[in-house]
């Protein structure tokens, strides 16, 4: 029986192109600025050390916003990128320059899944700083509210088992209790593996026929009650 729902972002409760055709680019124009105006401040400092860490050698400001920019280039999953990303996208959406698009049929089910008291999780690789702006500005307002907690690659990258083994821990769930919800085979392969449920969400694309998950086209058409 299904007590927790662990949902993706990218591709299951949001558009794609939001993400790579309006979030990326706007922290690739800014991420420059960004670094410059604030290399004196601490966490963005510690960040900065963290891209040092990542490359294996010291890098000056320029060098080092230059590698930023390549790896948004190479869509990069890098932790210290995405939480840079996220400080970015916050002045972003202050500025009312950014308004974070869901899915309408992804935001009228988890509002009613928990309503019905089921728990809800977010799971993507951007950092939890930067889901928690773009659910919390939203065409229809602050979603924040309907979320349990929030997982990033800190735990672990999402196509490892071993990431959803410590969610389930953290959680303290049974895993065959939890349902992990993406757009991606090899993420809710890793999910299967720790024992979680899984379902596909394929919006526009031809899933494989020959997936062993269960797969859908929008959140209408999740029945949880075929999650035995």
């Given at each position: 029986?299904?007590k927790?729902i662990?949902?993706?972002?990218?591709?299951?409760?949001?558009?794609?192109?939001?993400?790579?055709?309006?979030?990326?680019?706007?922290?690739?124009?800014?991420v420059?600025?960004?670094?410059r105006?604030n290399?004196?401040?601490?966490?963005?400092q510690?960040l900065l050390?963290?891209?040092?860490?990542?490359?294996?050698?010291?890098?000056?400001?320029?060098?080092a916003i230059?590698?930023?920019?390549?790896?948004?280039d190479?869509?990069?999953?890098?932790?210290?990128?995405?939480s840079?990303?996220?400080?970015?996208?916050?002045?972003?959406?202050?500025?009312?320059?950014?308004?974070?698009?869901?899915?309408?049929?992804a935001?009228?089910?988890?509002?009613?899944?928990?309503?019905?008291?089921?728990?809800?999780?977010?799971?993507s690789?951007g950092s939890v700083y930067?889901q928690?702006?773009?659910?919390?500005h939203?065409?229809?307002?602050?979603?924040?509210?309907?979320?349990s907690?929030?997982?990033?690659t800190?735990?672990?990258?999402k196509?490892?088992?071993?990431?959803?083994?410590?969610i389930?821990a953290?959680?303290?769930?049974?895993?065959?209790?939890?349902?992990?919800?993406?757009?991606?085979?090899?993420?809710?392969?890793?999910?299967?593996?720790?024992g979680?449920?899984?379902i596909?969400?394929?919006?526009?694309?031809?899933?494989?026929?020959?997936a062993?998950?269960?797969?859908?086209?929008?959140?209408?058409?999740?029945?949880?009650?075929?999650?035995?």
């Amino acid at each position: 029986m299904i007590k927790a729902i662990i949902t993706d972002i990218e591709g299951t409760t949001s558009s794609l192109s939001f993400v790579k055709d309006t979030l990326f680019p706007y922290a690739r124009a800014h991420v420059g600025e960004f670094c410059r105006a604030n290399s004196e401040n601490e966490a963005v400092q510690k960040l900065l050390a963290d891209v040092n860490i990542e490359v294996g050698t010291e890098l000056d400001l320029e060098h080092a916003i230059n590698q930023l920019i390549q790896w948004i280039d190479d869509d990069k999953k890098i932790t210290p990128l995405k939480s840079l990303q996220g400080l970015i996208w916050e002045l972003g959406y202050q500025r009312g320059e950014l308004i974070g698009h869901l899915y309408p049929d992804a935001i009228r089910n988890l509002q009613n899944w928990k309503a019905e008291g089921f728990d809800l999780y977010v799971y993507s690789s951007g950092s939890v700083y930067a889901q928690k702006l773009l659910f919390a500005h939203t065409e229809v307002g602050d979603l924040t509210p309907l979320f349990s907690g929030y997982f990033d690659t800190h735990i672990g990258a999402k196509q490892d088992s071993t990431s959803y083994e410590n969610i389930v821990a953290h959680i303290g769930l049974p895993a065959e209790q939890l349902l992990f919800l993406s757009d991606i085979e090899a993420e809710l392969n890793a999910a299967q593996t720790a024992g979680l449920q899984t379902i596909w969400l394929t919006r526009e694309d031809a899933p494989q026929t020959e997936a062993t998950h269960r797969k859908v086209r929008n959140f209408d058409e999740i029945e949880l009650e075929h999650c035995l």
